[in-house]
């Protein structure tokens, strides 16, 4: 029996494990925690959640929704754990983080090809095939050893958003509602202001109703999953303007004056700084939220997500902030609702590590200079659960295969994960950043539509077939 050695047990490291074992390999997973922590993990559990708990999208008219449907047809070990373990979010899979967590941890210990070890690895080891999947907060020791082999690598900062109790919410400044009464809001952080254009602040942001995007298409009128908290132009104001003043937290170690942030993680307070329209454009934008007691689109509006089954925990949506502690507490008690909030959990910074991938990896995700070194989730230079645990399917299934004798299995280029591949390594590397599953880098239709929703539509029509006909030649093989 072949065996692979896998570095790291979050979402890229449990799905490359998952995805050797099951076809056959002998799996050791190597997982530091609990013996030693991280400045943003809390438990030893495996494919711990230290962000957001959502898994995004599930719509197959968005790029999200067929990267999971791709990720279970190759066979994820994540997707119905997660399905087991789903929290109310709209058109979005979200999870109860503990339960998720302890259930990916127990189904990997019972496995019988997979042997966890709750170690730190401090060098690269000489065994191969290896996966090393440490994610963006690689030990230092272990990262020195792994320039030896990718050269330096590339950094940016990433920011933690906020989680508050459910009952100590002032329910009378509150409602509950989805973006125009769909199942779901828009992801925040993936309507960015540069694609919500500048119309006046003060016009009510009627004419951003076209703004929305595919991301909503055909979700069910039926739920209404976000807490929104609304502002007046004068609150949103005050909110803003103590923003822009707050005390920033120092990041431990820094190793660069200037801090570089993955725009779709940048914290709250640096967005403000952008300007007074930026937030309300951005995070805090209003657009198919109406207030029930007005009957009115608010000047803007904080939501937020559901964080367990019980309901009792809710995360601020697209409020990743690097402020201290005490400004956290006493800025973001300024938004109606939350003056007298209970933070369980605060925002927080921490450093995040990838390697220049255009200039490393083959598709397999195989350093291309030393043969049977992979790399596995957003060290590859992804950004999100999602992506990282796919990238980690690559990563394992690959070593399984080469360690079987068999040849390198891409997926094809026309799907969600094949683009993500594909950007990796073919991207000029003096523009390499960080990338989610989007349209953007998957390939343009042979015969334009111009109909947003119908080009998404089609566009996850060809990538299913394609990754469909992609796992029957994995069975031939």
Excluded at 225 to 250: G, R, V
Excluded at 442 to 456: F, H, Q, T, Y
Aim: aromatic residues 6%.
């Amino acid at each position: 029996m072949q065996e692979i050695t896998i570095i790291g047990g979050g979402f890229a490291g449990v799905e490359a494990a998952w995805a050797a074992a099951e076809r056959g390999s002998k799996v050791t997973l190597y997982e530091m925690r609990p013996n030693r922590g991280t400045p943003v993990h809390k438990t030893g559990d495996l494919a711990e959640l230290v962000c957001s708990n959502s898994f995004k999208s599930n719509l197959l008219t968005n790029a999200a929704g067929i990267l999971k449907e791709e990720m279970r047809r190759l066979g994820s070990l994540l997707l119905p754990i997660a399905a087991r373990h789903a929290v109310p979010a709209g058109e979005a899979l979200a999870v109860d983080r503990e339960p998720f967590s302890r259930e990916v941890t127990e189904t990997l210990e019972s496995h019988p090809n997979i042997t966890i070890r709750r170690e730190e690895v401090c060098a690269i080891p000489p065994q191969r095939p290896l996966v090393i999947a440490t994610g963006p907060l690689t030990s230092e020791s272990l990262a020195e050893s792994l320039k030896i082999y990718t050269g330096d690598s590339l950094y940016f900062y990433d920011a933690v958003a906020p989680t508050v109790t459910l009952d100590s919410l002032d329910m009378s400044k509150v409602f509950r509602a989805s973006r125009r009464g769909r199942g779901g809001g828009v992801e925040s952080r993936e309507s960015r202001v540069e694609s919500l254009g500048a119309p006046a602040l003060d016009s009510e942001l009627s004419t951003l109703d076209s703004a929305e995007g595919v991301g909503c298409a055909g979700a069910p009128v039926d739920s209404a999953d976000y807490l929104n908290c609304p502002l007046t132009k004068d609150e949103y104001m005050a909110f803003w303007e103590e923003l822009t003043q707050a005390e920033a937290s120092i990041p431990h170690n820094p190793e660069d004056e200037k801090i570089i942030f993955f725009e779709m993680c940048t914290p709250i307070e640096e967005l403000a700084r952008r300007g007074p329209r930026t937030l309300a454009f951005g995070p805090m934008k209003p657009v198919g939220l109406t207030d029930p007691r007005t009957g009115r689109w608010p000047h803007a509006v904080v939501q937020l997500r559901q964080e367990n089954k019980d309901g009792t925990l809710w995360g601020l949506v697209g409020f990743q902030t690097r402020l201290k502690w005490g400004e956290q507490k006493r800025i973001l008690r300024l938004i109606p609702g939350l003056e007298n909030a209970e933070f369980i959990r605060y925002g927080v910074i921490h450093r995040n590590t990838y390697v220049n991938a255009p200039t490393l990896l083959g598709l397999n995700m195989e350093l291309r200079e030393h043969t049977g070194i992979f790399l596995a989730g957003q060290m590859t230079g992804v950004e999100g659960y999602l992506e990282s645990a796919a990238i980690g399917m690559v990563a394992g299934l690959n070593a399984h295969r080469q360690a079987a004798g068999l040849p390198p299995a891409i997926p094809p280029r026309e799907t969600a994960l094949g683009s993500l591949c594909h950007y990796l390594t073919e991207t000029d590397p003096k523009r390499f950043s960080p990338m989610n599953a989007n349209f953007g880098i998957m390939p343009e239709l042979a015969n334009p539509i111009r109909d947003k929703r119908e080009k998404a539509r089609r566009k996850g029509e060809i990538a299913l077939a394609a990754f469909g006909e992609f796992v029957e030649s994995l069975i031939d093989s």
